[in-house]
C-alpha cells in the first residue's frame, strides 16, 4: 500500500494559504465565483479518464486530479478563513461516512460481514444506511437540477426502482423524451451508463 500523502497535501494546503494572502486574483474569489471553475475541471477529469482508457497512458490523468484536487483545497482553505470549517473537517466528514456506509469493511458485527455480497447488494445496503440518516419523515434530497440529462433520468428511475414504483416509460412513444427516457431504462436493466455510453458512442464519432 502507498505511503500516506499526508506531507505533499499539508504542502499544498500551505500553498493555497499563502496564494490567498499574497494574490490579488486568488483573494477575490468565494465558492460562488469558483463553481464555473469546479465545474470545467470535473469535465476535464471525465476527458482524462476517457481518454486514458482508450489509450491506456494515466499519466495526465494525475494531472487532471491534481487541478481538481486545487478546486477542493481552494474551497477549504476559503471555509477556513471564514471560520467555518477547514480541509482536516472534510476529510473528517467524508471518512466517518465512508466506516458508517460500509459496514461489511469497517463494521465489528457479524451480520456485517461482506461474505458473499455482490456489488448490486452493497449498493442496496449504501442506500438503505443513507436513508436511515436523513431526519425522520424527510424524503431524499432534491436532485441537483444541473446534472447532465442523461446521468438526471438515470437517477430518477434508479429512485423509483427503489420505491417499488412503475417506471412509466414509453419506447413507442411520439414524444422524443419520452423515447429517450426508455432508452435509459434499457441501458439501467442491462447494466449500462446511460450517460457514458453515449459519451462514448459521440466520441468514437468525433
Same mark, same amino acid.
Given at each position: 500500500?502507498?505511503? @500516506?500523502?499526508?506531507?505533499?497535501? =499539508?504542502? *499544498? %494546503?500551505?500553498?493555497?494559504?499563502?496564494?490567498?494572502?499574497?494574490?490579488?486574483?486568488? +483573494?477575490?474569489?468565494?465558492?460562488?465565483?469558483? %463553481? #464555473?471553475?469546479?465545474?470545467?475541471?470535473?469535465?476535464?477529469?471525465?476527458?482524462?479518464?476517457?481518454?486514458?482508457?482508450?489509450?491506456?497512458? *494515466?499519466?495526465?490523468?494525475?494531472?487532471?486530479?491534481?487541478?481538481?484536487?486545487?478546486? %477542493?483545497? *481552494?474551497?477549504?482553505?476559503? =471555509?477556513?478563513?471564514?471560520?467555518? *470549517?477547514?480541509?482536516?473537517?472534510? =476529510? #473528517? !466528514?467524508?471518512?466517518?461516512?465512508?466506516?458508517?456506509?460500509?459496514?461489511?469493511?469497517? !463494521?465489528? #458485527?457479524?451480520?456485517?460481514?461482506?461474505?458473499?455480497?455482490?456489488?448490486?447488494?452493497?449498493?442496496?445496503?449504501?442506500?438503505?444506511?443513507? /436513508?436511515?440518516?436523513?431526519?425522520?419523515?424527510?424524503?431524499?434530497?432534491?436532485?441537483?437540477?444541473?446534472?447532465?440529462?442523461?446521468?438526471?433520468?438515470?437517477?430518477?428511475?434508479?429512485?423509483?426502482?427503489? /420505491? !417499488?414504483? @412503475? &417506471?412509466?416509460?414509453?419506447?413507442?412513444?411520439?414524444?422524443? !423524451?419520452?423515447? &429517450?427516457? =426508455?432508452?435509459?431504462?434499457?441501458?439501467? /436493466?442491462?447494466?449500462?451508463?446511460?450517460? +457514458?455510453?453515449?459519451?462514448?458512442?459521440?466520441?468514437?464519432?468525433?
Amino acid at each position: 500500500m502507498p505511503a @500516506p500523502a499526508d506531507g505533499a497535501v =499539508a504542502e *499544498f %494546503v500551505a500553498v493555497m494559504r499563502r496564494l490567498r494572502a499574497e494574490c490579488p486574483w486568488k +483573494q477575490e474569489q468565494t465558492h460562488r465565483s469558483l %463553481v #464555473r471553475y469546479l465545474l470545467e475541471e470535473t469535465y476535464e477529469t471525465v476527458d482524462a479518464i476517457d481518454d486514458a482508457e482508450a489509450s491506456g497512458d *494515466f499519466g495526465h490523468l494525475a494531472e487532471e486530479l491534481g487541478d481538481l484536487l486545487l478546486q %477542493v483545497v *481552494f474551497h477549504a482553505v476559503i =471555509a477556513e478563513e471564514r471560520g467555518d *470549517f477547514d480541509l482536516d473537517d472534510v =476529510a #473528517r !466528514g467524508i471518512t466517518a461516512k465512508m466506516h458508517r456506509r460500509n459496514p461489511h469493511v469497517f !463494521g465489528d #458485527r457479524p451480520e456485517d460481514a461482506a461474505g458473499g455480497l455482490t456489488a448490486d447488494q452493497v449498493d442496496e445496503r449504501w442506500q438503505r444506511i443513507k /436513508a436511515a440518516e436523513r431526519p425522520d419523515g424527510a424524503g431524499p434530497p432534491d436532485l441537483p437540477s444541473a446534472l447532465p440529462a442523461l446521468l438526471y433520468a438515470d437517477k430518477v428511475l434508479a429512485r423509483r426502482e427503489r /420505491a !417499488g414504483l @412503475p &417506471l412509466d416509460v414509453a419506447a413507442d412513444s411520439t414524444d422524443l !423524451g419520452e423515447r &429517450l427516457l =426508455a432508452l435509459v431504462a434499457e441501458a439501467r /436493466a442491462a447494466g449500462t451508463d446511460p450517460e +457514458q455510453a453515449l459519451r462514448d458512442a459521440a466520441r468514437r464519432r468525433r
